[in-house]
């Protein structure tokens, strides 16, 4: 399990990195006027698309399903119900495309409220049809990337998404370099959108990953009413973390750059939570669907246990790195150009505040499989239902007062509160199976973290904002360099992990 943990992180971390280069070029190319509001706020709902199919969330549904056929009928019908959840999902999306474009206006109202009655409602609504066919590409691909990853082939998959920013980053610095208006430049970007869509399929496809599903057929029987009354509360429970900005992003669409603000803040809270969210989606679902359907208790416990150390393990650490270090990450990336040292002032702000509820965003990712395995996606929809409602209604208290901050500790109060739903259904319903190892190295986990923390935080101020770029990139990454080496080496001292059992977990197979 770690080997294949490892490896999707390994390609969701190319991925995010890719991400921030496409984040600091969109920066540089927008700004955060109207234009980059219009823009990002469209752009949400792709990142909601994304979260809700593509990155690992159909898995939570998908992959039980399959594996439940294909072990009650054989390979032949597996690949049956797979083309049938193909061709549905595929025809389906296609249809629910048209008709978000007839009704967009009323769509980006909704998300982005304070946009009504001026310009940059019709630059959102433009933009954001103009990113629609990413919607239906992205049908095909999530069924493609669960059949792969139900198989064990997590390799495809974690690297495919990589397209989707080469993509984008390509068409960034060909308009950066064309010099082109911020109008004319956010309509080709977001053109450019589905059409990365369609490389990420053509991608999949040409692995002839398709004879995974034959024959291809739409059809709404019982059978596939089952799985998507089953899907789809699973897949909108898996995007939790976007939901819960987009209710920001509404309170946050009255306040000029603040929806810029917080989008940049938050793509640098998702690397870490891609790393490990991601990850837990795409191989705790069919370890944990396996080790319940077999009613091994103790496998059950090593698999929760093992998601529970590695999820602590890099986000307590994560969530201390990007509070101490958060204007100089902030300045450095995304400092060029149209984005300036307010807009920086103002990102590093709502950034510290949105880690606070990074390690419940984990938590999430790291207690919904052991719902999902036991066939269970109303669980984990209330629980993100509840955490939307708290931080839309915390958003409007503290948004009046605090601005674009309070929107942000909204967010993270938001994610808390979900997390704790979680864990006291789960406690109430099943019980975790927490063994004896994960006890004793947690504690020590979080130990190590602070430790990392606070060696960190004695080093900020050490250069001014006003050095050159080169020496704030220079010192940025021996601070996070230095940090990772402290944490790995305190970890080997607490005796929670060593070099040995990294090794020999990475040679185990997948």
């Known amino acids: 399990?770690?080997?294949?943990?490892?490896?999707?992180?390994?390609?969701?971390?190319?991925?995010?990195?890719?991400?921030?280069?496409?984040?600091?070029?969109?920066?540089?190319?927008?700004?955060?006027?109207?234009?980059?509001?219009?823009?990002?706020?469209?752009f949400q709902l792709v990142n909601v698309a994304r979260r809700l199919l593509s990155e690992g969330a159909l898995n939570a549904a998908l992959i039980?399903?399959?594996?439940?056929?294909?072990?009650?009928?054989?390979?032949?019908?597996?690949?049956?119900?797979?083309?049938?959840?193909?061709?549905?999902?595929?025809?389906?999306?296609i249809v629910i495309s048209l008709v978000i474009a007839l009704l967009m206006p009323l769509v980006i109202v909704i998300i982005a409220p304070g946009f009504l009655g001026g310009a940059t409602l019709d630059l959102a609504v433009q933009s954001a049809r103009l990113m629609l066919p990413y919607l239906a590409f992205a049908g095909p691909v999530t069924v493609l990337m669960g059949l792969l990853n139900a198989q064990g082939r997590f390799a495809l998959t974690a690297f495919s998404p990589l397209l989707f920013n080469i993509a984008l980053i390509a068409a960034i610095a060909a308009l950066l370099a064309w010099h082109a208006d911020a109008g004319v430049a956010a309509s080709m970007l977001a053109a450019t959108v589905g059409i990365a869509g369609l490389l990420q399929l053509a991608m999949?496809?040409?692995?002839?990953?398709?004879?995974?599903?034959?024959?291809?057929?739409?059809?709404?029987?019982?059978?596939?009413?089952g799985f998507f009354a089953r899907a789809i509360p699973g897949m909108i429970a898996t995007a939790g973390a976007?939901?819960?900005?987009?209710?920001?992003?509404?309170?946050?669409?009255?306040?000029?750059?603040?929806?810029?603000?917080?989008?940049?803040?938050?793509?640098?809270?998702?690397?870490?939570?891609?790393?490990?969210?991601?990850?837990?989606?795409?191989?705790?679902?069919?370890?944990?669907?396996?080790?319940?359907?077999?009613?091994?208790?103790?496998?059950?416990?090593?698999?929760?246990?093992?998601?529970?150390?590695?999820a602590a393990g890099l986000a307590l650490p994560a969530t201390l790195g990007l509070i101490v270090l958060a204007d100089p990450i902030v300045r450095l990336l995304f400092e060029h150009g149209a984005f300036g040292t307010g807009d920086s002032?103002?990102?590093?702000?709502?950034?510290?505040?949105?880690?606070?509820?990074?390690?419940?965003h984990v938590l999430i990712k790291a207690l919904s499989p052991a719902f999902f395995a036991r066939g269970d996606t109303m669980t984990p929809l209330m629980a993100t239902a509840k955490g939307f409602v708290v931080a839309l209604a915390l958003a409007v208290v503290l948004g009046h007062v605090f601005g674009a901050s309070g929107i942000a500790a909204s967010i993270a109060a938001g994610a808390w509160s979900s997390a704790l739903s979680l864990l006291r259904k789960g406690t109430a319903e099943?019980?975790?199976?927490?063994?004896?190892?994960?006890?004793?190295?947690?504690?020590?986990?979080?130990?190590?973290?602070?430790?990392?923390?606070?060696?960190?935080?004695?080093?900020?101020?050490?250069?001014?904002?006003?050095?050159?770029?080169?020496?704030?990139?220079?010192?940025l990454g021996v601070q996070i360099g230095a940090g990772i080496a402290v944490y790995g080496l305190l970890l080997q001292v607490l005796g929670v992990a060593s070099w040995r059992e990294a090794v020999n977990a990475l040679k185990r197979p997948a």
Do not use: C
């Open 1 to 42: 399990m770690i080997r294949s943990f490892l490896t999707v992180s390994t390609g969701t971390l190319a991925s995010r990195l890719l991400g921030f280069a496409r984040d600091s070029l969109i920066a540089a190319l927008l700004g955060t006027g109207a234009v980059a509001d219009a823009f990002l706020a469209a």
């Open 64 to 93: 039980p399903a399959w594996l439940r056929v294909r072990d009650r009928d054989g390979d032949a019908a597996a690949a049956a119900f797979a083309g049938r959840v193909l061709g549905t999902v595929s025809a389906a999306l």
């Open 204 to 225: 999949l496809l040409s692995q002839r990953s398709g004879r995974l599903a034959t024959p291809l057929r739409v059809s709404f029987d019982k059978e596939m009413r």
């Open 242 to 310: 976007q939901w819960l900005v987009i209710a920001g992003a509404i309170i946050a669409s009255a306040t000029p750059s603040a929806v810029s603000w917080l989008y940049f803040a938050n793509r640098l809270v998702e690397l870490p939570l891609g790393i490990v969210g991601v990850a837990m989606g795409t191989v705790m679902v069919p370890e944990l669907t396996r080790a319940v359907a077999s009613g091994n208790r103790d496998a059950v416990a090593h698999a929760e246990s093992r998601a529970l150390e590695l």
């Open 345 to 360: 002032a103002a990102t590093a702000r709502v950034l510290a505040l949105l880690a606070l509820g990074l390690p419940a």
């Open 430 to 475: 099943f019980g975790f199976s927490i063994d004896a190892a994960a006890r004793r190295r947690l504690p020590r986990i979080v130990l190590a973290a602070g430790i990392m923390g606070a060696l960190l935080w004695l080093t900020t101020g050490l250069v001014p904002s006003q050095a050159h770029g080169l020496i704030r990139f220079i010192v």
